[in-house]
């Protein structure tokens, strides 16, 4: 939710919504630069604060902006209610800044419905069982939503946002990108984990496991965006259905490491013990006996990813580590894949006859990965959206 | 509570106190401006929000600035926790933006203590029994700390504010006044309900009627401050306390009101209807079966009240209402008077011996009130101040 004129754009798209006879419940967001503000607010205290209280703090962000959309919707003489995470039912675990949704208790949402109400929920955070405010993280929004639409066995759960849907690539990379209508889930998840930035993992996730068709919209056209949903018939025709990229990463390789049983295990154990989440990782054939051991992580994890590989390469007796922060990841996704043979060597070709060198592979069932010089990104998604013909 | 660093301030004053020995629980205000501005965002929206959601808006100032207390705390090596009105168990009824409280579950509170913790509670605010949040109207915070003294049974309970204590009369006007050390419930209340702004006064009759000393300290020195307790009998001594004094109130005068039963009360029962609270009320001798009838009321009220009266003077047949809003309210207030005649003497010598005019007196068994003209009311209170030697 952004400002004032925002909030009141909102509230005629929930009007809308309400007048063609639908129950409606609402999960905002805080507004634009809340969370930011609420964040530096508390940095100026301390750069490390106790977790349970920063979000004690950001959790009321998001009470403010549904507060407010009520005071609209009652304004405009429609009977609207606003509930905290905790008021709606909504149990997480104790993770704090990062909880997972348990279970959620609808019960009070359900009665306000039953009274006509239109009711106004906080994304973002929830309650523990003892009691304590928790956040979901970023863009937790999203994923309150779909959990929220899951628990009631809604129709449907649109999210509002900047865009107004779903493209085959990043519009402002590639000029003639097309706004898909329709997408599985599944596609939809590789591409949000690849780096579209439409919607959150989880909230696809969610809405994946409880069958809960997405809309994505955009909050200021009436256009009607893209469905997430079920994959039928129709979808698996489509080879290709969207590129996604991402700078994000950094690669650390492990040089001429000793090819014996467990090595990799000591390294990726100590780097998981740190909550580093490590995404592709490749091992070269083994000569003489020894290996070079290449893998990705978050640029944010760099440093620290670094200093952990130092020591585990040590241990291991590798001969070094060398780092590069200059790579990105240029992905394709389509359910068709798993029918067509011959899209990896299309991939490679067309990256090839632009001379782009391929740093990293890495594929599953209905996407293909591929870690390029960072220089080649905008490059790389142009000329593929053009080979698959993704435009039409 | 006003900036970060005002935080910080508030932070080392409870780590003092906690080095002492003492269990402390830390109740407190919004930032300075916090509520004023999301008040203006509701307003953006509409001049007359439910209250219910405005509740649910502005309840989040006060929230920002205990988790940010509880951080700062916390980084300081401190165990502190932040709790919500409705997480320190306060219920209130369901008068929204002015609630009251009707009880404290403390049992949280005791817990975390137990567990040397520093339990920081966001004052103005609690929870209906159907589990509403509600705030208690502005200047609350004062309200919430002495009512969760009073349910912890607590030794003391301080108010920490811009001012350094409870003052003779208002030093802006008063160059010698003098910081009160001890002063009782009674007095303290009349003096606040008679216009000094140090404290609000339900703070004070919650604690008058829980026994809870109640200490005015500044934030900002380590002056001893202003004790408010029980009256002893070293306070009867001193005949005048303080002085008071008030210029948001305006007269309303009903001209030649016939002198029969019922008829003040028509008047009065119609103006408390709109729920408009009448302060001074004065009746002259009838004449002819004639009388007038005065009464002051709050400024803000003069508008409406003069349409009421107006009416009601039209239905009794009065010759008709003239209001006066250039008028101020000084008070002097002390338990001694209740032991010495001739205090009402000095006062009206007083102000005479100065050329001012008195439009109105109300006394009770320990203060005395005048209505004089607006002009002189600076004056007024310098004058008395020095007759009854309140410098000394």
């Known amino acids: 939710m952004g400002n004032i004129d925002r909030i009141k754009y909102v509230a005629s798209r929930v009007i809308e919504e309400k007048e063609k006879g ?3 419940v609402v999960v905002v967001s805080a507004m634009a630069g809340e969370t930011d503000r609420l964040i530096k607010l508390v940095k100026e205290i301390t750069p490390e604060p106790n977790e349970r209280d920063m979000d004690f703090v950001v959790a009321t962000g998001e009470q403010v902006s549904a507060g407010l959309l009520s005071i609209t919707l009652n304004s405009l003489g429609y009977k609207a209610v606003s509930l905290t995470g905790w008021q709606a039912g909504i149990k997480t675990d104790t993770a704090f800044t990062k909880a997972r949704i348990l279970d959620i208790n609808v019960q009070s949402i359900k009665e306000y419905l039953k009274n006509g109400k239109i009711v106004v929920i906080t994304g973002f955070q929830g309650i523990t069982e003892t009691g304590e405010i928790t956040t979901l993280g970023r863009g937790g929004s999203d994923t309150s939503a779909v959990a929220i639409a899951a628990a009631l066995n809604a129709d449907r759960c649109d999210i509002y946002t900047d865009v107004d849907g779903v493209y085959t690539a990043d519009p402002r990379i590639v000029e003639n990108a097309r706004k898909i209508d329709e997408i599985s889930y599944e596609e939809m998840l590789e591409l949000a984990s690849l780096g579209a930035k439409v919607l959150q993992i989880r909230s696809v996730e969610f809405a994946m496991k409880y069958k809960v068709p997405l809309r994505v919209r955009c909050t200021f056209t009436t256009d009607e965006g893209t469905l997430i949903k079920e994959e039928d018939k129709e979808m698996e025709k489509v080879v290709v259905r969207g590129i996604a990229h991402n700078k994000n990463e950094a690669r650390i390789t492990v040089e001429r490491v000793p090819d014996k049983p467990g090595i990799a295990a000591k390294l990726f154990e100590a780097l998981a013990k740190a909550n580093i989440p490590v995404d592709m990782i490749v091992q070269n054939v083994s000569v003489d006996g020894y290996t070079d051991i290449s893998f990705t992580v978050d640029k944010n994890d760099l440093t620290k990813a670094q200093k952990i590989t130092e ?82």
Chains 1, 2 share one sequence.
């Open 22 to 24: 639908n129950d409606v």
């Open 311 to 392: 020591t585990v390469a040590k241990e291991i007796n590798a001969r070094g580590v060398i780092t590069d922060d200059k790579i990105a990841k240029v992905s394709i996704v389509g359910l068709g894949m798993r029918n067509h043979a011959g899209v990896a060597g299309k991939v490679f070709d067309t990256l090839a006859k632009y001379g782009i060198n391929i740093l990293m592979i890495s594929t599953s069932e209905i996407k293909i990965s591929c870690i390029i010089e960072e220089k080649f990104t905008e490059l790389a998604v142009r000329v593929l959206h053009e080979a698959f013909h993704l435009d039409k």
